[in-house]
């Protein structure tokens, strides 16, 4: 496998909010080709989300200012990796592509494809890149990549994916006893950052469609080589937690995709919760063609790892060999050398976000929904 020149200086990369999961910035911060050098974020918001860039900055080591433009000009910056909530991905993204510099984004890309447009603009205008978070690189992903693309299926005729994710979200549905308040989304979201079950943190209530639904989209993406979802029909409902109910939003869902080449993709969806698997979830890919067919294990290579008095919310399946972040971070330092193309970039993610608000308005309609694509689909 090729790797990006080491001899070269680092990119110096700023961190554009980090208010959810660190795992971006550190997997960035983890390759040798990129140097964290400050965190950033708008002096206006709110103060949890200040606490939280200041915790991270501190245990890296870098300052951090509440002026994001200032951190553009003061660090001469290369790139930056945006980690905010939701809604404010593509704006914090936006402005970075405006000011010259490459981008890593967390995912979901947005909750508004509108928002998504405005950067594909953005990042087209400057000529900079843009990588979207995903799990392509996981082991099983990758093997199963190869056995596509060696035409041992022949020409593939159906995808389906589950992606069942065994996380809690709160109190389970049906627990409000009558009279009780309405579960707020964002306290429940901070109070749920402890144990990293808050993927939908943000003012917007996002069910998993939104949250998780780029990963399987993803993945079918890329094992039928590119090819556009064309129309979609699905159903959805908050099946296991409250919160969820309460603001009528999705922890289970299923969607029927109609793509281009023929090609019907499913998924199966669901943040089933944690006493549902001893994994992160019963997460598999089915794939038919002409010559054959495969099912693949998404957590695979794993070990199963049982003691006395194991705490019962600890997994007891984990995943090895996983370098998937490591290579995420090289995928993005070779795109930006200009050796490598990006494994999803902003018009792919465009696409799925499409997908995913197309797959919503077909479960509240109860029809099927024709995707909105900037391109015309491949005939």
């Given at each position: 496998m090729k790797i990006t020149d080491r001899t070269k200086p680092p990119f110096r990369?700023?961190?554009?909010?980090?208010?959810?999961?660190?795992?971006?910035?550190?997997?960035?911060?983890?390759?040798?080709?990129f140097e964290l050098v400050c965190v950033a974020?708008?002096?206006?918001?709110?103060?949890?989300?200040?606490?939280?860039?200041?915790?991270?900055?501190?245990?890296?080591?870098?300052?951090?200012?509440?002026?994001?433009?200032?951190?553009?000009?003061?660090?001469?910056?290369?790139?930056?990796?945006?980690s905010p909530e939701a809604e404010r991905h593509c704006d914090l993204a936006v402005r970075a592509?405006?000011?010259?510099?490459h981008i890593v984004v967390d995912k979901p890309?947005?909750?508004?494809?509108?928002?998504?447009?405005?950067?594909?603009?953005?990042?087209?205008?400057?000529?900079?890149q843009c990588l979207v978070w995903n799990r392509n690189f996981l082991p099983a992903v990758i093997q199963a990549q190869a056995v596509v693309d060696a035409?041992?299926?022949?020409?593939?005729?159906?995808?389906?994916?589950?992606?069942?994710?065994?996380?809690?979200?709160?109190p389970p549905l049906g627990s409000r006893r009558p009279g009780d308040p309405t579960i707020d989304w964002l306290t429940r979201q901070l109070d749920s950052h402890a144990d990293s079950s808050?993927?939908?943190?943000?003012?917007?209530?996002?069910?998993?469609?939104?949250?998780?639904?780029?990963?399987?989209?993803?993945?079918?993406?890329?094992?039928?080589?590119?090819?556009?979802?064309?129309?979609v029909f699905a159903r959805a409902i908050a099946h296991f937690h409250q919160a969820h109910a309460d603001n009528a939003v999705d922890d289970l869902a299923t969607?029927?995709?109609?793509?281009?080449?023929?090609?019907?993709?499913?998924?199966?969806?669901?943040?089933?919760?944690?006493?549902?698997?001893?994994?992160?979830?019963?997460?598999?890919?089915?794939?038919?063609?002409?010559?054959g067919a495969m099912v693949v294990a998404e957590a695979r290579p794993e070990v199963g790892i049982y003691y006395r008095d194991q705490p019962p919310l600890e997994f007891k399946h984990r995943r090895i060999a996983d370098e998937n972040n490591y290579l995420l971070a090289?995928?993005?330092?070779?795109?930006?050398?200009?050796?490598?193309?990006?494994?999803?970039?902003?018009?792919?993610a465009r696409d799925i976000c499409a997908t995913v608000l197309a797959a919503l308005e077909s479960a509240r309609s109860g029809k099927p929904v024709e995707v909105k694509h900037l391109l015309p689909p491949i005939t």
């Open positions: 990369v700023g961190v554009l909010s980090v208010v959810k999961h660190d795992y971006l910035p550190r997997a960035i911060a983890a390759h040798p080709r974020d708008d002096a206006d918001r709110p103060d949890w989300t200040h606490e939280r860039n200041q915790l991270f900055a501190d245990q890296c080591g870098i300052p951090y200012l509440r002026d994001v433009a200032a951190a553009f000009e003061r660090f001469k910056l290369d790139a930056v990796a945006v592509a405006d000011a010259g510099l890309l947005s909750p508004h494809v509108e928002e998504c447009d405005r950067l594909i603009d953005a990042v087209a205008r400057n000529g900079v035409g041992k299926l022949g020409k593939l005729s159906a995808v389906h994916c589950d992606f069942y994710f065994s996380k809690d979200a709160g808050d993927g939908g943190v943000g003012t917007v209530p996002m069910g998993e469609l939104e949250v998780e639904g780029i990963y399987p989209l993803s993945y079918i993406r890329a094992l039928t080589g590119g090819a556009r979802v064309r129309r969607v029927t995709l109609e793509m281009d080449g023929g090609i019907v993709g499913s998924l199966c969806i669901g943040r089933i919760g944690a006493a549902a698997h001893p994994d992160i979830g019963e997460i598999k890919l089915h794939l038919v063609g002409d010559r090289e995928n993005f330092a070779r795109a930006i050398d200009g050796t490598e193309a990006l494994i999803l970039d902003v018009q792919g």
